[in-house]
């Protein structure tokens, strides 16, 4: 009698200190996934923050204002354009005006390849 | 043996006990600390019973919380995904002014800080009977975390999202803004709030004493954040069209102008522009003309660029073919009291010719020639007179009246844009049954997945014969040969509008311009507007026609169409047909 109830209280005593660890664990493991939970929202805001930055500056109108004073570009025009037609039976792309020849149907033709001068 | 027993222990027969108390003193005890007993059982039924859901919720209040968990506002991308308007964390900074000791030098930091004068933080603060007081609100992040850092006693911030227009002015009037409070104001932030809002969540947790949280108490209320919307905007187009438009109203010192570009298929508006404009990032003084979207709100009565529907009605009855001739001299018609007339006398001209022309003597006699109930349902049926449905605030419907109220000057005045009103963006719609081989195509402001079903107006072959007086209208021999692009077919038509002022036809005008390219296959509708150009040209020819053959001319390069016309020199005479007005 006397050693089962020494075999059972420690029974309780192993139980009570395993439930104090795994609610220790339990709360070690809250704080971790709250801090990446932190964390995460950090990364979303700076992702925002970052397109944002990428957006404005790749904004058109600071591109073209590049373009056209710092490195004197000028918009595309029609004598300094080079037009690339794929040849369908050479199966290469010769330089050519678009509509010499009128176009085959039902086949789309080359997208139009341009050469800007930036110089 | 009690004699004994007193005798044997005298101390219990202490003469003192032998005094008889009353009973009523014992009683009387007895009966105090029942009354005590009971008032601790009442006490106790009464915190236990009566008072303890309060109870309860004054210990929760020591030890848990419920965290809001706020839901961000969605973002607005372009058909590219290119950001249009999006939200960051910012801050509100506020105070209570009597808890404020700030010493002068804090004082002047901070004011240099929030960018405000010393001396209106000084008000600010001086107000002792408020408690609180917005010192200022949607500061960024980093500038609050340097003003958390002066340690000001009384100064206190709170979380808040700053919306952020990174393509600024060129967009403003489809994106719209928000106010401080993150609710649209105007625009698709307006008409779309509810979508880009979002619902915001919460979390009932336990804190340690050191106030860090331990555990979620209760299940999570998850936040919906606002949903991403794709508009059907090209930001590249929009900025070319934008660009284009800004120009054309500063040369032709204009009041203002509006350029709107369709794809035909799809029905998607790819740009639309605005001049005046506005910074949708810094909104100090903003006036009604700066907010206006002209292109959906403003109508103005359209000109020779309504006369293509009158011609494609008369195709399409059998009235008249393309090659029709119609005698149009003298240059001037008159109906009952009123003459109208052209810029020449033509004399005989055919159906096609009339287009590329844009005679109004040759445009209203075929218009008598035909029931107005007939007119009436045509413009009807392109969608003139009903606001066009694409979820944008504002839009208007212009004004067609019932057919059962002509005059005959009317209809004859109708048939050529004059006596009804229209937006530009109906006038571009309308353009699609040209275009798209006579289905009406309906309006997209947000991208479209495959072709919407399109409403047939006219037959395929009319709306093909349309085309063919378009592109000479656009030609060397008609109103618009500066619309002309190299290297794509182009076809449209120009207006040039008188204004009214208090009923009567003034001296200002508005010069218009609805075209597509490339005409051999339309992929772009583009519509411009001009109002009141004021530098000595006024025509829509020459003044809205440039502006159409550069947006348009970039639009398709941009979407890589390919070229329908030899890359040649563009033939542009000195001097165009005039228009006649």
Request: hydrophobic share 45%; charged share 20%; with cysteine.
């Amino acid at each position: 009698m006397v050693r089962a109830n020494i075999v059972l209280a420690a029974a309780l005593l192993l139980c009570a200190l395993g439930l104090v660890t795994s609610q220790h664990r339990a709360r070690k493991f809250f704080v971790d996934l709250e801090r990446a939970q932190a964390q995460a929202a950090q990364h979303e805001v700076r992702w925002n923050q970052l397109q944002l930055e990428q957006t404005a500056l790749a904004k058109a109108s600071l591109i073209d204002a590049r373009a056209r004073r710092d490195l004197a570009m000028q918009p595309v025009s029609a004598e300094r354009t080079l037009y690339l037609m794929f040849d369908p039976v050479a199966r290469v792309a010769r330089v050519g005006t678009p509509l010499a020849e009128p176009q085959a149907a039902g086949r789309r033709p080359a997208a139009p390849a341009h050469r800007t001068g930036g110089r | 043996m009690a004699r004994t027993s007193r005798r044997n222990v005298p101390f219990a027969s202490n003469p003192l006990l032998r005094v008889k108390l009353p009973a009523y003193r014992s009683q009387l005890m007895m009966l105090l600390v029942a009354i005590a007993f009971v008032a601790l059982g009442a006490r106790a039924v009464w915190l236990q019973v009566f008072s303890q859901t309060f109870l309860q919720k004054q210990g929760e209040m020591r030890y848990a919380k419920t965290i809001e968990l706020p839901a961000s506002r969605g973002k607005i991308l372009d058909r590219n995904g290119v950001v249009l308007a999006s939200s960051l964390p910012a801050r509100a900074v506020w105070a209570v002014p009597e808890e404020v000791e700030a010493t002068p030098a804090q004082l002047a930091a901070l004011s240099k800080l929030l960018g405000l004068s010393e001396r209106e933080l000084r008000r600010k603060l001086a107000d002792e009977d408020r408690s609180f007081v917005y010192l200022k609100r949607q500061v960024d992040a980093e500038v609050a975390e340097r003003v958390a850092a002066l340690q000001i006693a009384g100064v206190h911030q709170q979380r808040e999202y700053k919306r952020y227009y990174p393509q600024g002015e060129t967009i403003a009037h489809v994106v719209g803004f928000t106010n401080v409070e993150d609710v649209g104001q105007e625009g698709i932030e307006l008409a779309r709030n509810p979508d880009l809002a979002g619902r915001s969540g919460s979390r009932r947790v336990i804190r340690d004493r050191l106030g860090r949280v331990i555990e979620d108490v209760e299940a999570v209320r998850e936040p919906h954040n606002g949903r991403d919307l794709a508009l059907s905007i090209d930001s590249k187009i929009q900025f070319l069209a934008f660009d284009a438009l800004r120009e054309a109203v500063r040369e032709n010192k204009a009041k203002a102008g509006a350029a709107v570009v369709l794809d035909v298929h799809t029905g998607e508006i790819l740009a639309l522009a605005n001049w005046p404009t506005y910074n949708p990032n810094q909104r100090g003084q903003l006036s009604g003309a700066q907010l206006r979207n002209r292109v959906i709100t403003d109508t103005f009565e359209p000109g020779s660029t309504m006369k293509p529907f009158t011609i494609a009605l008369a195709l399409e009855t059998g009235q008249v073919t393309p090659g029709t001739v119609i005698q149009t001299a003298p240059g001037r018609l008159t109906i009952g009291p009123n003459t109208i007339g052209d810029a020449h006398a033509y004399g005989p001209l055919t159906v096609e010719q009339i287009i590329q022309k844009s005679s109004n003597v040759g445009t209203a006699k075929i218009a008598l020639n035909m029931p107005a109930q007939k007119m009436w349902e045509m413009y009807t049926a392109l969608g003139l007179g009903q606001a066009p449905r694409i979820g944008f605030p504002g839009a208007v419907a212009g004004r067609v009246r019932p057919y059962r109220s002509w005059r005959p000057i009317e209809q004859a005045t109708m048939s050529y844009g004059y006596g009804l009103s229209v937006s530009l963006l109906q006038l571009a719609r309308a353009y699609t049954v040209f275009a798209n081989d006579g289905e009406l195509v309906p309006l997209s402001m947000f991208k479209v997945d495959g072709a919407p079903e399109g409403y047939r107006v006219i037959k395929t072959q009319t709306a093909r014969a349309v085309r063919h007086m378009l592109e000479m209208a656009a030609g060397p021999g008609g109103t618009a040969p500066q619309a002309q692009i190299s290297g794509y077919r182009v076809a449209g038509k120009t207006g040039t509008a008188h204004k009214r002022d208090g009923g009567r036809y003034v001296g200002k005008y508005v010069a218009s311009f609805v075209g597509f390219a490339p005409a051999s296959a339309p992929r772009v509708i583009v519509a411009v507007m001009i109002d009141e150009p004021s530098a000595g040209k006024y025509y829509g020819g020459l003044v809205s026609a440039p502006v159409f053959a550069r947006i348009a001319g970039d639009t398709l390069r941009t979407l890589r169409v390919p070229p329908d016309a030899p890359l040649a020199r563009l033939n542009v005479p000195a001097e165009p047909v005039k228009e006649s007005l």
